[in-house]
């Protein structure tokens, strides 16, 4: 590995990748089969739909360019695997000169999103706001619901009595949902960032989400955390990527669960998000395996989404 200077990876890196206006050509989507490990390639192959096929694709590829670029280890020398349950984490060793590296992606909606730090933990979530029987929250919870009270009761041990109170002050339907998901978001990226998995209560976390109202595509650091009852010092970033897509970062001192006198987290006021094109994406992907034109076959043979699923905002 070539040996390089920490300080080459002092800043977060946020990165993010619009699914949804990404039509594969065969070209690109055989040149992603080959730019991934091989037990990836197949389980995205796996997907039943093209959403989460690319979504999934891409999330593997934006993990790849980041080590590739950040941490200057070669991509076809970069080895990827999952924990116990399910985290993505780098096996190549890096302890000589970023210890601490930490990263993480999401994808849900039209989006896939990147979080990464040299020395802090880090999760991160996105989630699209979208109306009962069209969200994924459902069918990975194995329910459904016809109306926006029917989908908060089937819901309702996933907040605290303090958090359905702020999402039921929202005036409407739709400012109540768009609530709802950013409380999921802020859960989500706390939980993949000390990576416990979903077994975790998420009642046992309390948000108190601020400022109320967020602008696309203005970050936010004012939201504050309860944990077990006890404030937390992780920060969370949050930010709209559009109208529907919330975007949570949580960030918290790597040794954090150990030590209880931990100090401020670093400063990340100019830390932002960069959307990335197709072009970009691969702009440093090395072909690992021969084209496959089986795997587009399959790939086209695929629905793009679940017919209910298929939504807009009213």
């Given amino acids: 590995m070539r040996g390089i200077s920490k300080l080459r990876f002092m800043e977060g890196v946020r990165w993010a990748f619009h699914c949804g206006s990404w039509p594969p050509s065969r070209e690109e989507w055989l040149l992603c089969g080959q730019c991934v490990q091989p037990e990836e390639k197949q389980r995205i192959g796996q997907f039943v739909f093209t959403r989460d096929a690319k979504a999934a694709m891409v999330g593997r590829l934006l993990m790849r360019k980041l080590i590739a670029e950040k941490l200057q280890i070669p991509w076809d020398k970069i080895s990827l695997q999952r924990t116990a349950k399910g985290k993505p984490f780098l096996t190549n060793d890096i302890s000589s000169f970023c210890p601490l590296f930490n990263f993480n992606v999401s994808h849900q909606g039209d989006y896939a999103v990147l979080a990464a730090e040299p020395e802090l933990q880090v999760g991160i979530d996105i989630m699209k706001t979208d109306k009962p029987g069209c969200d994924i929250l459902e069918s990975r919870m194995h329910f459904g619901s016809s109306s ?20 039921k002050r929202m005036r409407g339907d739709w400012s109540q949902l768009d609530m709802f998901y950013r409380h999921w978001a802020l859960k989500e990226s706390f939980i993949k960032a000390i990576g416990v998995g979903l077994g975790f209560n998420l009642q046992r976390i309390e948000f108190e989400v601020s400022p109320v109202h967020m602008e696309v595509g203005k970050m936010y650091r004012e939201t504050k955390m309860w944990l077990d009852g006890e404030q937390e010092n992780w920060t969370f970033e949050e930010l709209l990527l559009d109208n529907q897509h919330h975007v949570a970062v949580a960030l918290g001192e790597a ?12 400063n990340h006021e100019n830390t932002t998000f960069t959307v990335f094109t197709f072009e970009d994406l691969v702009t440093s992907a090395v072909p690992m395996a021969p084209e496959d034109p089986a795997y587009w076959d399959s790939f086209r043979s695929k629905q793009e989404v679940p017919v209910r699923q298929e939504s807009n905002p009213s």
Avoid: G, P
Wanted: aromatic share 12%.
């Fill in 255 to 266: 040794d954090r669960l150990k030590d209880k006198n931990s100090k401020e987290i670093i």
């Fill in 148 to 167: 926006t009270d029917e989908f908060f009761r089937l819901m309702n041990r996933q907040f605290t009595e303090k958090e359905w109170s702020a999402i």
